[in-house]
């Protein structure tokens, strides 16, 4: 049987004529090839038809399936990595298309493999790193050789390499992609670690408004808990959408907001913003008065007869059956129906028909609306409104995210309700839409940011511009075994990838706001706090605290909190982890307590003392 191989300086990777990888090696070492086919097809039912021939000849990798397609991919050897570019498929009757697809085994042993997709429309199933599925997946629906966002067809590179040439490596790859055909920083991806250091620091989510009257205040209190960094969200801030500043608050716009980035500058804080993605607020000018035609609906219905502006009823061509009015912050529905300019509210459907709680909803003119007119259900989660995937709309956020960044002077963003792409085509597509809004963003920056977005695996292009990963919601109880489960956590993701790992966040105020709840919450004490900074410490892992903090008051545990912080923010800018503290930390259960500026061991038995950073 013939066996096709491909060569880098580091790298052999083998095919055999059925297609099937068979190796996947240094030159001299250690085979990590999991058996399987090197590439795959997914079917719109899921299911999948393996490679089961394989032809190599003039840089073509000729690739035939069970099903009989065929596809034609592009290789070529680079000294330290390869590339592979779809070329040509007999037809495109499938979801996906996998032309690369490795699976290596979970012992690198110094060798690391790793898959980068090159273009817009190429889907990695992981982000880069230290992979163990390298697989590059191109779809029909998004477009196999341009999309109306990029003229590339679909291309990956394949990296196998020692961990210390990796990081370098990453950076010549990314230096073979085009300019603007995706995100690019100089904080991010392969870069990420440039920026460790501001990454590595503990910030605050800030929902409270901070404005000049109150924010020497603000100032005082994370001095004292030694954060060091803010996220300005928008509910305190901006509204966004149109990302204009709140006027009760920053009367003369971004004028006034400015001032209170710039302060927070004095005072070497960095200030990170925390906008909602593609969402807008119903008090955005894309929803009222006049609705932006690129919101995005449900479904849609006919009027079945003309109705005047002071109508309860609206009557519909189409059956209403299973259509409710129920909204909640993680379901996909709303209320609100959207006839010409005007939304209305509806609190029944019922045989096509809709009862009529509210005419002229958000701030909308209540209309008459002529028989045959477009009734559409607008869509919302996070009970909020969306623009449509790829629509002017879509990018014009992207847009103003980006002005309002560039405007404020901020450093970081945390790019919040990245998870709810979704709602926009499908599970299939949430990697393609996710990545393409930050593209829009990122083309429109004057300078690179700290940058980290909600948690999700499937938009794994955010890659290419993440600074940090790991943010997770507030744990209510049992602190430290979740604490271990994110350190965990970050080991398989953060640390695989590069980028610099998140402990957060954290609520030191843990209380239900349901009354008949709160014994379901579990206090922080002080012991999980230590626990906690101790663990950040030795991994080089960020914190991230809610701003409840600030919330304690006069509460004993405040100044003890405040001391535990502290001294280890000091620790950390003077001392950096040894080998054997992270070793050790890594682990399960294993604590640290800080004293007299010397990290202990925390021993049962607190009269044996054991340096834990010697």
């Not at 429309?121 to 982000?127: A, C, D, K, L, N």
């Not at 096509?352 to 909803?361: H, N």
């Not at 007119?373 to 969306?386: D, E, G, S, T």
Request: glycine share 6%; aromatic share 14%; with cysteine.
């Amino acid at each position: 049987m013939n066996t096709i191989c491909f060569k880098t300086n580091h790298l052999q990777y083998q095919i055999s004529s059925d297609g099937q990888n068979t190796a996947f090696s240094l030159h001299t070492g250690k085979n990590r090839i999991v058996p399987g086919p090197c590439a795959k097809i997914t079917l719109q039912d899921y299911s999948e038809v393996p490679a089961t021939q394989a032809a190599f000849k003039d840089d073509i990798l000729t690739v035939t399936f069970a099903n009989g397609t065929v596809a034609d991919i592009t290789v070529k050897e680079h000294p330290d990595y390869l590339t592979f570019t779809l070329k040509r498929v007999s037809n495109e009757d499938f979801l996906s298309l996998s032309f690369v697809n490795i699976e290596l085994d979970d012992e690198p042993e110094n060798f690391y493999g790793t898959l980068i997709g090159m273009t817009l429309s190429t889907h990695m199933f992981e982000h880069p790193g230290d992979n163990r599925m390298l697989i590059a997946s191109a779809y029909p629906h998004i477009g196999l050789f341009s999309t109306n966002r990029s003229p590339y067809p679909a291309k990956a590179a394949v990296i196998g390499t020692s961990g210390d040439q990796l990081r370098a490596i990453e950076r010549l790859v990314l230096d073979e992609i085009p300019d603007g055909e995706l995100p690019k920083s100089k904080k991010g991806g392969p870069y990420a670690d440039l920026a460790a250091k501001e990454a590595q620091g503990t910030y605050s989510i800030f929902m409270d408004t901070v404005t000049l009257d109150n924010i020497d205040v603000v100032l005082d209190e994370m001095k004292r808990f030694g954060i060091n960094q803010v996220n300005l969200h928008h509910y305190g801030h901006y509204i966004h959408g149109d990302y204009r500043c709140y006027e009760e608050f920053f009367p003369n716009g971004m004028a006034d907001f400015k001032k209170v980035v710039d302060r927070f500058h004095e005072e070497g804080i960095l200030v990170g913003l925390q906008p909602y993605s593609f969402f807008v607020l119903p008090q955005s000018t894309y929803v009222s008065p006049v609705p932006h035609p690129d919101l995005d609906t449900l479904r849609e219905f006919t009027l079945q007869a003309d109705m005047d502006a002071e109508s309860k009823t609206l009557y519909v061509e189409e059956s209403t059956e299973g259509i409710t009015p129920e909204e909640s912050y993680v379901l996909v529905n709303s209320p609100y129906l959207w006839i010409d300019d005007e939304f209305v509210k509806f609190s029944k459907a019922d045989n096509g028909s809709f009862t009529l709680a509210e005419r002229g909803s958000y701030k909308t003119v209540p209309s008459a609306h002529k028989k045959g007119a477009k009734v559409r259900q607008l869509k919302k989660y996070f009970m909020l409104p969306c623009a449509k995937a790829g629509s002017k709309l879509f990018y014009e956020i992207a847009q103003n995210i980006a002005r309002f960044y560039n405007e404020c002077g901020a450093d970081m963003f945390y790019m919040d309700a990245l998870d709810g792409s979704f709602i926009l085509d499908g599970e299939d597509y949430v990697w393609y839409h996710a990545i393409d809004f930050i593209r829009e963003i990122f083309a429109h920056l004057d300078r690179d940011p700290i940058f980290n977005c909600c948690f999700n695996p499937q938009y794994t292009g955010s890659w290419f511009v993440r600074t940090r990963y790991g943010a997770m919601d507030t744990p209510m109880n049992a602190h430290r075994k979740f604490i271990d489960a994110h350190v965990k956590y970050n080991y398989e993701t953060a640390v695989r990838m590069g980028v610099t790992p998140e402990l957060g966040w954290i609520d030191l105020y843990t209380k239900n706001r349901e009354p008949d709840k709160w014994w379901q919450n579990d206090p922080i004490y002080a012991e999980d706090l230590e626990y906690l900074c101790a663990k950040a410490f030795a991994t080089g892992a960020s914190l991230g605290f809610l701003e409840t903090f600030r919330h304690f008051g006069e509460q004993p545990c405040s100044e003890t909190y405040a001391e535990i912080l502290q001294k280890y923010a000091e620790y950390r800018k003077k001392h950096t982890p040894t080998e054997a503290a992270t070793k050790y930390l890594s682990q399960n259960g294993n604590a640290a307590y800080l004293q007299d500026d010397i990290l202990y061991k925390a021993h049962h038995d607190y009269a044996y003392l054991e340096e834990a950073n010697a």
